[in-house]
């Protein structure tokens, strides 16, 4: 019989960046742009880039391991592995199959989770509904992209904008009542899919002489369109949470918005009313990295001390899809 819990907490946060940053006057002797525009059109200064031998899944594992290292949990205990991604090592089997081979848990349930840069939000959401039912004891749940990976180094309005990284945190079970994963809310509308996509190299559009030399196999975005739907959605999903589980905004420490542009933040900021300040921005050194984003930002916040055991920490996301969430925690 499934076994319902109290709360399902965050027992471990942890993340990783390859070693190799990219800054943009680097970026800018081998495409079309400066260091100028890509600061003042999206705050990032720089971004870390993948060797060419790591994959998706390596960035996770390092990530997971550091997650497993903070939550003082061995392979075993783990029962549960969920990744989002949209840059997996490969369309099968799952990053999270090779992730649960290389950190060398049990034969666990391990499967990924396709939600572009909402994709950490629902993969949260997933694991925490699967622990509060289940017999699971400890899930890991892993933001993984090498977005590099599906750059088009010839389309200046995308390639400067994203970089790569993982970050992961582990979740367990406590019998404390209103702690932990308190709620969230997740929204799709796939009514206009090709705002962000990647056109080819799926079953609508199968690899091919053409779609390769169409440059079809890179990530696609409208940029524009994408902006105006996350500056609307990203602050008002936030504050319909709060508004959800009657938790104030100036109750919350710590706003981890998706890192995809300094101005769709500082608009957030102005529609909630809430100071800078009680926001992590580090879009400046990490770029977009999608479902990375928030739990990498999750993990410095911890480590600087910008939230603490007791604090509500509120993660809001957009992405591809269109996908977008917030999701609310409570650090034990
Ligand atoms: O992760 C979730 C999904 N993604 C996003 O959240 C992205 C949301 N969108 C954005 O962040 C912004 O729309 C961008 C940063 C992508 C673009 O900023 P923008 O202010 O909307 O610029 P734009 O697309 O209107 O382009 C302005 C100009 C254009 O030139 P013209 O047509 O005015 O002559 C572009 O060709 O800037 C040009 N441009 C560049 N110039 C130098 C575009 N990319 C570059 C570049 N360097 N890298």
Known sequence: MPADTASVIVKGIGAYVPARIVTNDELSKTVDTSDEWIRTRSGISERHVADPDQATSDLATQAALAAMADANVSPEDIDLI????????MAFPSTACLVQSKIGAGCIAAFDITAACSGFLYALETGTRMLKAGDYRHALIIGAEKMTSLMDWDDRTTCVLFGDGAGAVVLGKSDEPGTGVIDSILRADGERPSLLYMPAGGSARPASAETVANHEHFLKMNGKEIFKVAVRDMGKVALDLLDKVGVKPEEVACFIPHQAN???????VAR?????????INIDRFGNTSAASIPIALEEARRTGKVKSGDYVLMAAFGAGLTWGASLVKLT
């Open 82 to 89: 969920i990744v989002a991604t949209m840059s997996p090592d």
């Open 262 to 268: 300094i101005r769709i933040i500082e608009s957030m």
């Open 272 to 280: 909630m009313g809430v100071p800078m300040d009680k926001f992590l």
